[in-house]
């Protein structure tokens, strides 16, 4: 069956990175557009970005020029580089499968949390 596993998160200071990381199996990962979308405590599911089966990115205007999404279609892995974190992108990290900016997601996984401390 599907298989979404997120890791790398964590706590990390205002100004710091982290790198995360989606392990993906029981499917085909370079026929689909993957997303990282995240949910802030007591806030809906915000999408955060997307990249096609070929390697073309989009971005959220909150984090545009501060994340970057990519994927290793060998390694069935997708990741997520953030950047200059700020307090507000604390937030459970998830991987999709499927969908873009206005949902419709065809799995999800069960998140990684990033705390970003002022």
């Known amino acids: 069956q599907v298989q979404l596993v997120e890791s790398g998160g964590g706590l990390v200071q205002a100004g710091g990175s982290l790198r995360l990381s989606c392990a993906a199996s029981?499917?085909?990962?370079?026929?689909?557009?993957m997303n990282w979308v995240r949910q802030a405590p007591g806030k809906g599911l915000e999408w955060v970005s997307r990249?096609?089966?070929?390697?073309?990115?989009t971005y959220a205007d909150s984090v545009k020029g501060r994340f970057t999404i990519s994927r290793d279609n060998a390694k069935y892995t997708l990741y997520l580089q953030m950047n200059s974190l700020k307090p507000e992108d604390t937030a459970v990290y998830y991987c999709?499968?499927?969908?873009?900016?206005?949902?419709?997601?065809?799995?999800r996984g069960q998140g990684t949390q990033v705390t970003v401390s002022s």
């Open positions: 990249i096609s089966s070929a390697g073309s990115a």
């Open positions: 999709a499968r499927g969908g873009g900016p206005s949902g419709s997601f065809l799995n």
């Open positions: 029981g499917f085909t990962f370079i026929s689909y557009t």
